[in-house]
């Protein structure tokens, strides 16, 4: 009769090999990637934010790791985009994926737009230092302002005054209005208890490659959407970009803003395409 054989006290050896597989060698894969298989494209920042009893997506762009361009007509056809979704379907058929998008500027009647716009270094529209009325619209509410991404990839907000005096030349810009912050202040002409309630999005540079985008899940005025970029988002220099048209885009997240049915098509959107 065969004696028993007492089980050994160490882990087989099949045991110890997994399990230095799953403390040491899977780490490593998932860190430096596994040989043919594509990488994802890398989320960006994107959040939900409550704010005085308001809801608003919040973006941030990183341009040291994402390219932030504009675009208004399709290149090819000279025919406007007009909406992030075409823009979306362009840049799919050409392999690009659309992680973000933004409508831009305001824009008149002919949907061209309203002020200075520069796309990839060439100046489509030049910079509009006009004083109209107020009551025709939000461009005139001075000041207006500039965001701006220059050739050395950092981003800025300025007025449009101060853009003129920098003279500094701009990779890709969009003139709007009216400024939300100056240097830390809210705009003068802003009213705290203002009853004119609208879908809003913003735009500032938190930091010179750190740009924060924002719009608003329901309609808030300009002094509280203000304070936002000032109070909670920690800007000291922001611009407005539209009202009750407004919405981003975040690739796996959907749209964000003003209802659908409420959108009219942009001239000129913000984008961030997936590196290749």
């Given at each position: ?50 704010f ?17 361009t ?52 060439r ?10 009325n107020?009551?025709?619209g939000?461009f ?36 709007s ?6 240097d830390g ?6 009213i ?54 407004s ?30």
């Amino acid at each position: 009769m065969r004696p028993s054989v007492s089980p050994p006290s160490h882990p087989f050896p099949a045991q110890r090999l997994w399990r230095v597989l799953q403390h040491v060698l899977l780490p490593l894969l998932l860190l430096v990637g596994v040989p043919g298989c594509a990488p994802t494209a890398r989320a960006l920042d994107s959040r939900e934010l409550a704010f005085e009893g308001q809801n608003y997506r919040v973006v941030h762009v990183n341009l040291k790791r994402e390219r932030l361009t504009l675009h208004w007509r399709e290149p090819a056809s000279g025919q406007p985009f007009g909406s992030i979704e075409t823009l979306r379907q362009w840049g799919e058929q050409r392999g690009q994926r659309l992680l973000f998008a933004a409508n831009a500027g305001i824009y008149d009647h002919k949907f061209a737009p309203l002020g200075l716009y520069v796309e990839n270094g060439r100046t489509v529209v030049p910079l509009n230092l006009a004083h109209g009325n107020p009551a025709s619209g939000n461009f005139s509410l001075l000041p207006n302002g500039v965001f701006a991404v220059y050739p050395d990839g950092h981003a800025a907000v300025r007025t449009s005054a101060a853009f003129k005096a920098e003279g500094a030349s701009a990779q890709w810009a969009t003139q709007s209005g009216p400024m939300l912050l100056i240097d830390g202040k809210l705009n003068e002409q802003f009213i705290d208890d203002s009853s004119s309630l609208k879908w809003r999005s913003g735009v500032c540079a938190k930091t010179p490659t750190d740009v924060v985008f924002a719009v608003s899940e329901a309609p808030v005025n300009f002094h509280t959407f203000g304070r936002l970029f000032r109070d909670e988002l920690g800007c000291r220099d922001a611009l407005y970009l539209d009202g009750s048209i407004s919405q981003l885009y975040v690739d796996g997240e959907g749209y964000a803003g003003a209802p659908a049915f409420m959108v009219k098509p942009y001239a000129g959107i913000f984008a961030v395409f997936a590196k290749p």
